[in-house]
């Protein structure tokens, strides 16, 4: 079996999940990829079917209905946990991440970070691809919420990690309720408060080339409301 395990979440990403994977299994051919589909309408759930039938190093894990990115990342953590992987990998399905990176964030993570955050907000990353709203809006975010939790992490809300398992282990993930963008501040910020090593890898982030956008206004306001509730009230806490 291999020692990391990919978790790719997919909602209707029927034009870019098999490019996607295909893109994986060529990069880091020793990672195993889990596909979490949440009940897709437009059959994303059946093409990883087909992308798990011809590749035994591919899986599938189907979910009822539509149920949060923050959701979906916990039940691959589960099964990555049930079945002894070392490290997990979060990563978009739209391929706006670049799985080449992995041939260096996973080794910093078997060196011994816990956490290793692709980051485009770190000298040597990069965004294309996005208008100018679109990054001020991640840049702001960022920098409030780095300013609030007291974080020095710059990427807080990047989507492109590497997790080692027992570091997952010793989080209180049955407590984490939160989604999107604002999951992943939430484990990386539990992941800073308890003193874990946190590692950001510069990344070149491009923007989806196929499918929309799952960015809504919901899910930035979720993420301002917590970030703003737990600068306030928790941020000199222990996890």
């Avoid at 079917?49 to 189907?62: G, R």
């Avoid at 975010?141 to 992490?153: E, H, K, T, V």
């Avoid at 510069?202 to 737990?230: N, Q, Y």
């Amino acid at each position: 079996m291999a020692e990391a395990l990919a978790i790719v979440p997919t909602y209707n990403e029927r034009d870019s999940l098999a490019l996607l994977v295909g893109r994986m299994r060529q990069a880091v051919p020793d990672v195993d990829v889990l596909i979490v589909d949440d009940a897709s309408p437009d059959g994303t759930g059946r093409i990883a079917d087909e992308l798990a039938a011809e590749d035994p190093a591919v899986s599938v894990l189907h979910r009822a209905h539509k149920d949060g990115l923050g959701r979906a990342y916990l039940a691959g953590f589960q099964k990555a946990i049930e079945d002894g992987y070392r490290f997990v990998v979060e990563l978009d399905a739209d391929g706006s991440h670049d799985p080449l990176e992995l041939r260096s964030m996973l080794p910093l993570a078997a060196s011994g970070a816990d956490l290793v955050l692709g980051s485009r907000w770190v000298p040597g990353g990069a965004v294309r691809n996005w208008p100018w709203l679109r990054q001020f809006v991640s840049r702001t975010g960022n920098g409030y919420a780095r300013f609030m939790l007291r974080s020095r992490l710059h990427d807080l809300t990047s989507g492109f990690r590497v997790f080692r398992v027992d570091a997952l282990k010793s989080l209180d993930l049955a407590d984490v309720s939160s989604q999107g963008y604002c999951f992943q501040v939430e484990l990386a910020w539990r992941a800073e408060r308890a003193g874990m090593r946190v590692v950001e890898h510069p990344i070149t982030f491009v923007e989806r080339a196929a499918g929309r956008s799952k960015m809504h206004l919901g899910i930035v306001a979720e993420a301002l409301l917590r970030v703003t509730f737990w600068g306030f009230t928790r941020a000199r806490r222990r996890p």
